[in-house]
């Protein structure tokens, strides 16, 4: 039995989301530069992309590029927004082959304006798509999310649009990056790292967490379904007991 038929499609989570960690390490196994990494790493995210497609999950979310990312050298910099350009161009036609919805979270007028023209383009492109929604967090960090949401409440709060008392989780969550997105069931990094890297703080207060030593240019469906495979032996309480779940 492969590991995608021992996969309960009935269990499946709606919402994944990959901190895809490794490109450089993975490039400089090989004796080449980060974005050599980089580069391969793009195979895997349509790899992966095609897997949760092919699956049914609803959502997938991706940390491409941290806010913290920006303090990297400038031609790796440069390089990684090129490749976004690049890809974004290449890509639509996949996605809409494919059904797939591309959304973005973050701070994307940090992007250079080709890359937001690209990827706003994509977005409207894709917009009618019904399948997978693929979400790119892009220029991302928790931290920032979380201080932008609390200026804009402040800010509705100010002119009178909000008052502080009505303030729930519903309505601060209906401030962050990912209104209209169900929190994720399952995150997991790669390469080996046990950290959450400022990714989706907030979101992930009840998602289960799956770390493999595989480095992203490596991680391919089987890894994947391994990840699946293993959130679906676990049981999710929800600081209830096992007995008020079962």
């Known amino acids: 039995?492969?590991?995608?038929?021992?996969?309960?499609?009935?269990?499946?989570?709606?919402h994944i989301a990959i901190i895809m960690d490794g490109n450089g390490r993975w490039a400089k196994e090989k004796g080449h530069d980060r974005l050599y990494g980089h580069f391969h790493g793009v195979e895997s995210v349509r790899n992966i992309v095609e897997?949760?497609?092919?699956?049914?999950?609803?959502?997938?979310?991706l940390y491409?590029?941290?806010?913290?990312?920006?303090?990297?050298?400038?031609?790796?910099?440069?390089?990684?927004?090129?490749?976004?350009?690049?890809?974004?161009r290449?890509?639509?036609?996949?996605?809409?082959?494919?059904?797939?919805?591309?959304?973005?979270?973050?701070?994307i007028g940090q992007l250079p304006q080709n890359a937001q023209n690209e990827l706003n383009e994509a977005?409207?492109?894709?917009?009618?798509?019904?399948g997978l929604t693929l979400i790119m967090a892009l220029s991302y960090s928790s931290r920032w999310e979380i201080i932008d949401t609390v200026q804009r409440i402040g800010k509705d709060i100010v002119s009178g649009?909000?008052?502080?008392?009505?303030?729930?989780?519903s309505t601060f969550a209906s401030y962050l990056c990912t209104a209209g997105f169900p929190d994720p069931e399952l995150v997991i990094r790669t390469s080996g790292e046990y950290r959450?890297?400022?990714?989706?703080?907030?979101?992930?207060?009840?998602?289960?967490?799956?770390?493999?030593?595989?480095?992203?240019?490596d991680f391919r469906k089987d890894d994947l379904y391994q990840a699946i495979i293993n959130y679906q032996s676990r049981e999710r309480r929800f600081g209830k007991t096992s007995e008020q779940v079962s």
């Not at 039995?1 to 709606?14: A, F, Q, R, T, Y």
């Not at 897997?51 to 979310?61: P, R, V």
């Not at 959450?196 to 240019?217: D, G, K, M, R, V």
């Open 196 to 217: 959450i890297s400022n990714f989706l703080l907030y979101q992930i207060a009840y998602s289960e967490l799956y770390f493999t030593p595989t480095l992203w240019p």
């Open 90 to 107: 290449d890509e639509v036609p996949t996605l809409n082959k494919n059904n797939i919805r591309l959304q973005v979270i973050g701070n």
């Open 123 to 130: 977005i409207r492109e894709t917009s009618t798509n019904t």
């Open 161 to 169: 649009k909000l008052k502080p008392e009505a303030i729930s989780a």
């Open 1 to 14: 039995m492969s590991l995608k038929e021992k996969i309960d499609v009935e269990k499946l989570p709606h």
């Open 51 to 61: 897997g949760c497609a092919e699956l049914g999950i609803s959502y997938l979310t």
């Open 64 to 88: 491409a590029f941290s806010t913290e990312n920006w303090d990297r050298p400038q031609d790796e910099v440069t390089g990684l927004m090129e490749l976004l350009v690049q890809t974004i």
